[in-house]
C-alpha cells in the first residue's frame, strides 16, 4: 500500500493524514456519471492508462478573486495518489481558496509534508496531482481568454546519446534519486558523454530544490 514511511528495512508505517485521505478521499468524483455533469472551469489530465497511473482534475475559479473555490479529481494511480493528491485539493480550496500564483508555487514536498510523509519510491505519486492541478490551471487560462498566463512545458534532451531528457531526470529526483551516480544507474546519463555532467548536476540541484527545498 502507498502513504507509508519507511522507518526500518522491514518496518512501515502510515501516517493518519495518509490514512484519513487514502480511506475517506477529499473532493473526489466516486464516477464517471458524477464528472461529466460536472460543469467546470478548467480540466486537466496527466499519465497514462497504459502505464497504470492516470490522474484527472476539474476546478472552478472565482474570476474576481483569482480563487480555486473547487477542486474535483478522479485516479487510477496508487494509494499514495490518492492520498497526496486528496490533501492536494483540500489546499487548495481550504481558508476560502488559494490564488492561482500561490497554487502554482505549490511544490510536492508541501503536499509531502501536509501528509507526515511518504517513502521516497513513492514521491513521484505526489506528482500526479500537481502536474494535473497545473493542466486544469492552463485549460482555465485559455478558456478565459488569459494566453499570456498559460504555462508553456520546456522538455529539453540533455544527452542524446542515451535520449535522456530534463523531465526524465527530474522524475529520477522525485523517485529518489540525489547524485549523479544515483541517475547514472536509474537513466545512464553522461556514460558515454562526460560533457554532459555539469549539466546533470545542475539540474539535480534544481529540481532538488524546486521539489524539496534542499
Keep these: 500500500m502507498g502513504g507509508d514511511v519507511q522507518t526500518g528495512e522491514n518496518e512501515w508505517f502510515y501516517s493518519e493524514e495518509v490514512k484519513e485521505h487514502f480511506f475517506s478521499p477529499?473532493?473526489?468524483?466516486?464516477?464517471?456519471?458524477?464528472?461529466?455533469?460536472?460543469?467546470?472551469?478548467?480540466?486537466?489530465?496527466?499519465?497514462?492508462?497504459?502505464c497504470g497511473d492516470v490522474m484527472r482534475m476539474w476546478i472552478k475559479v472565482d474570476?474576481?478573486?483569482?480563487?480555486i473555490r473547487e477542486c474535483k479529481w478522479r485516479t487510477f494511480g496508487c494509494a499514495s495518489a490518492l492520498a497526496s493528491t486528496s490533501m492536494l485539493s483540500v489546499m487548495v480550496t481550504e481558508n476560502g481558496g488559494i490564488k492561482i500564483v500561490d497554487a502554482l508555487r505549490l511544490k510536492p514536498g508541501d503536499i509531502i509534508k501536509r501528509l507526515g510523509g511518504l517513502p521516497a519510491r513513492k514521491i513521484h505519486c505526489s506528482v500526479l496531482g500537481d502536474k494535473a492541478l497545473?493542466?486544469?490551471?492552463?485549460?482555465?487560462?485559455?478558456?478565459?481568454?488569459?494566453?499570456?498566463?498559460?504555462?508553456?512545458?520546456?522538455?529539453?534532451?540533455?544527452?542524446?546519446?542515451?535520449?535522456?531528457s530534463d523531465e526524465d531526470i527530474e522524475h529520477a529526483v522525485l523517485e529518489g534519486a540525489r547524485t549523479i551516480e544515483d541517475l547514472q544507474k536509474r537513466l545512464k546519463v553522461g556514460i558515454h558523454n562526460k560533457d554532459v555532467l555539469p549539466k546533470v548536476k545542475e539540474l539535480i540541484a534544481y529540481y532538488r530544490k524546486k521539489h524539496f527545498g534542499e
Design 26 to 50: 477529499k473532493n473526489i468524483f466516486t464516477s464517471e456519471e458524477e464528472a461529466k455533469n460536472y460543469t467546470a472551469d478548467g480540466e486537466g489530465m496527466v499519465g497514462s492508462p497504459a
Design 63 to 67: 474570476p474576481k478573486t483569482d480563487r
Design 134 to 164: 497545473r493542466a486544469a490551471i492552463n485549460d482555465y487560462f485559455k478558456k478565459s481568454g488569459q494566453f499570456s498566463r498559460v504555462l508553456h512545458a520546456e522538455g529539453k534532451i540533455i544527452d542524446p546519446e542515451v535520449n535522456v
